[in-house]
C-alpha cells in the first residue's frame, strides 16, 4: 500500500523522517490525558520503526492546507495483522490542533475500508480508556461493538483506570454511516 487518499486527508506510510514527529504526538499533553500510551525515548521509537514487520501497517496523516501544502495530523494504522484469523489491531493519534474536525473519523473510515476490502479483515479491533467520553461516542459511530471491560487494566497519571475492548466486524461497518459525522 502506498497512499490512501480523500479531499482533506492522505495516510501514507510511516517513514524513518516522521519518527520525531510521532514521539513528540506521543508526548503531547493533550494527547496524553486520553490515550494508553508507553512512554518512548527517541531510541525507542527508532527500535520501534525498525521492528516493524508486515503485520504492522503504520501510517501518517496528512491534513490537505488551502493552499495545497500538506500538514502532519497524527497517525494511525493497523497492527498485528493475522491473515489467517482476518483480524487486526487499530490504533489512533490526531494532532491536538487537528481534532473535533472530523479527522479521526474519516482517517479511520479510510483505514477500515482498506483493511476489509483490500486486506480481506473480518474484524478490526482496539481498547480506549471507559472513561473517555469522546473517543467512546467515536467508536460507536464507526460501528464498535464493545466485547468487555478490563477493569483496573491500565495505571495511568497516578490511578488504575478501566478499559473498553471492542471490535468491528466487516459485516458491521457502515461507511456511510460514519462519514455523516464528518464536518
Given at each position: ?16 523522517t516522521d519518527l520525531q514527529y510521532l514521539l513528540d504526538l506521543r508526548w503531547d ?69 487537528f481534532q473535533n474536525k472530523g479527522f479521526a473519523v474519516e482517517s479511520a473510515v ?26 467512546v461516542k467515536m467508536h460507536k459511530k464507526l460501528g464498535f461493538t464493545n466485547e ?36
Amino acid at each position: 500500500m502506498r497512499v490512501l487518499e480523500s479531499d482533506r486527508l492522505i495516510l501514507k506510510p510511516v517513514e524513518e523522517t516522521d519518527l520525531q514527529y510521532l514521539l513528540d504526538l506521543r508526548w503531547d499533553a493533550e494527547i496524553v490525558n486520553y490515550l494508553i500510551h508507553e512512554p518512548l525515548s527517541y531510541s525507542d521509537q527508532i527500535k520501534w520503526f525498525n521492528g516493524l514487520t508486515k503485520k504492522d501497517m503504520p501510517l501518517l496523516l496528512w491534513v490537505k492546507q488551502p493552499d495545497g501544502s500538506l500538514e502532519r495530523g497524527g497517525t494511525i494504522g493497523l497492527y498485528n495483522i493475522n491473515q489467517r484469523h482476518q483480524n487486526a489491531i487499530w490504533k489512533l493519534r490526531i494532532d491536538d490542533k487537528f481534532q473535533n474536525k472530523g479527522f479521526a473519523v474519516e482517517s479511520a473510515v479510510m483505514m477500515f475500508t482498506y483493511g476489509f476490502e483490500i486486506l480481506n479483515l473480518n474484524k478490526i479491533t482496539g481498547t480506549l480508556f471507559a472513561n473517555n467520553p469522546g473517543t467512546v461516542k467515536m467508536h460507536k459511530k464507526l460501528g464498535f461493538t464493545n466485547e468487555g471491560l478490563l477493569r483496573d487494566h491500565y495505571y495511568h497519571q497516578g490511578a488504575f483506570k478501566d478499559c473498553v475492548y471492542v471490535g468491528l466486524l466487516k459485516r458491521d461497518f457502515n461507511k456511510e454511516n460514519a462519514l455523516k459525522y464528518v464536518k
